[in-house]
């Protein structure tokens, strides 16, 4: 009796897993720290770090011993954040600010702003807006915010 109750329960787990890994897979949404959430609260815009996912098939920050590697890994970053980029809805308007010019007053129209493109780490420093962050985060490219 005790087997086939065993049998029962591993029968239904394994009907559930198909079920789990499509739920995983629909919901791409990043991660946000809870801190850009409450800051966004009262204000307009925020400055964050947009951490990307890193690609299956590329070079890991572990592997960069020599400059070669190093090459190819800023070469890819670059590559991730332009399909980032290019993959904002039409609705963003995007400009290039540099993290040390404080006047910006001309950019608060802009839905994102970038302060600084990383070269090895997967990631790029922005200021956006609430509706910015909000499709950055539901971007399938974006690790966390």
Do not use: C, W
């Not at 897993?17 to 990043?30: G, L, M, W």
């Not at 996912?53 to 890819?76: A, M, P, W, Y």
């Not at 302060?115 to 690790?143: A, F, G, I, Q, W």
């Amino acid at each position: 009796m005790f087997f086939v109750l065993a049998i029962f329960v591993l029968i239904i787990t394994i009907s559930f897993i198909p079920f789990t890994v499509v739920s995983k897979a629909s919901n791409p949404e990043a991660s946000v720290d809870q801190r850009i959430v409450e800051e966004l609260q009262s204000n307009d815009r925020i400055s964050v770090i947009v951490n990307l996912k890193e690609t299956e098939q590329g070079v890991s920050i572990s592997e960069l011993d020599n400059k070669e590697k190093i090459e190819e890994r800023i070469e890819e970053v670059k590559e991730n954040q332009d399909n980032l980029l290019d993959s904002l809805s039409d609705d963003v308007s995007v400009s290039v600010d540099e993290v040390n010019n404080n006047d910006n007053n001309n950019k608060q129209d802009e839905g994102l702003v970038i302060k600084h493109r990383y070269s090895v780490l997967n990631s790029m420093y922005v200021e956006v807006d609430k509706e910015t962050l909000e499709e950055l985060k539901n971007m399938p490219e974006v690790e966390s915010i």
